[in-house]
């Protein structure tokens, strides 16, 4: 399935850990996953661009057996072909996605995925865990970024490294005896600090009243 999306969306999926799609707001009864590439990527470079300045086509797995029971609808010509999902049910289909829904197109091309303003913030990051954001910060950014937040916030590293796929850069990092990532994800485009134990959230939210205190 694909869907046409804008900036904000997108970063509420982001947020989401690329596995689910907000809820819909009261204006926006019916969510429109569309059946092909070819038309996502029209409605994105012709709707999304000029309405709020960048489009981006997302592509995402759904049982079989849950979407057996809407029908595919012709809104023009053969490829034009899309679902209507009414908003009661978005939870349900979110429950039944496969795997991680994916960026494949963005208008204007070479678009990057803008992170929101105003940092730090608390942002639900991959595992479903609360992580303290800090900046934008790009992997070819992160060891400057990282020593920096590290001195700043008084961690101690324990180690760093970057997965096989090139996509995340971390580092696993200290503070006051609970366990952090410290990681910069290549699609957040966000340097952020995650406690790897629920005993690391109250540590966490310590640093992020520390940190919100401090002028720079």
Same mark, same amino acid.
């Given at each position: ?31 429109? #996953?569309? $059946?092909?590439q070819d038309? +996502? =990527?029209?409605?994105? @470079? ?7 300045? !960048? ?18 609808h012709k ?60 900046? #934008?910060? $790009?992997?070819?950014e992160f +060891? =400057?970024?990282?020593? @920096? ?7 101690? !590293? ?59």
């Open positions: 399935m694909y869907r046409p999306t804008g900036p904000k969306e997108l970063e509420l999926v982001a947020a989401s850990g690329w596995r689910r799609w907000p809820p819909r707001l009261p204006e926006q009864p019916i969510f429109y #996953p569309v $059946t092909n038309y +996502a =990527e029209q409605i994105a @470079r012709d709707w999304n661009v000029p309405e709020s300045g !960048a489009g981006f086509v997302l592509r995402f797995n759904v049982r079989r057996k849950f979407m057996e029971r809407f029908e595919i809104v023009g010509s053969e490829t034009h072909t899309e679902w209507w999902i009414p908003a009661e049910d978005l939870e349900e289909l979110n429950d039944n996605i496969v795997g991680k829904i994916d960026v494949v197109a963005r208008f204007p091309i070479g678009t990057d995925i803008v992170c929101p303003a105003g940092f730090p913030r608390w942002s639900p990051m991959k595992s479903g865990a609360r992580a303290l954001v800090l900046q #934008p910060c $790009t992997i070819s +060891a =400057e970024s990282s020593g @920096r937040w590290i001195e700043k916030l008084g961690l101690q !590293a324990v180690s760093e490294g970057i997965t096989s796929d090139g996509v995340t850069a971390m580092m696993t990092v200290t503070y006051r005896g609970e366990l952090f990532w410290l990681a910069t994800d290549i699609w957040l485009n966000e340097l952020a600090l995650e406690p790897q134990s629920l005993q690391g959230d109250a540590a966490a939210a310590e640093l992020f009243a520390v940190f919100s205190g401090r002028p720079d």
